[in-house]
């Protein structure tokens, strides 16, 4: 077989379509499959990855749930990605997560606690150095919606 099918391979697979169907418009069975998918990558990352690779997997499950408004679930999976992220995660990660539970607080309509977890992944973010982190997560927190 060309390319083994290996956790590592699966979950980075999952991840990659789970994160096409997040920027398209998508039907309700794509909707579902959103889901499916974000959890597939979660199920390999618990398997095979680290504890980055499992926080970044439930960033991506919050980030489907609120992109769906469910914002109690999106909440619960940032959380998760948050207390699972290592001590010593770059900034740019750190600031990341952050972004990812602002825009829980915003599917969930907290604004008080969207405003306060964009600001502080704000302030990460000025600690990140490579240029090109810093400008994606920028860009991620930048299109984070007010609170429903």
Known sequence: MASELTHRALASAAFNRSWELLEAQRSPEE??????????????????????QVAVADWMVSRCFAALGEGPLAVRFADSARSLAPSDAPAWLRASLLEGLARAYAADGDGARRDAAAAEAAVLLE?????????LIAEQLASVPPAA
């Not at 597939?40 to 980055?52: D, K, M, V």
Request: glycine share 6%; proline share 3%; charged share 40%.
């Open 31 to 52: 909707d579902l499959e959103m889901l499916e998918v974000a959890f597939s990558s979660r199920h390999h990352w618990r398997a095979e990855g680290g504890l980055q």
């Open 127 to 135: 600690e990140e150095t490579d240029p090109e982190d810093r400008a």
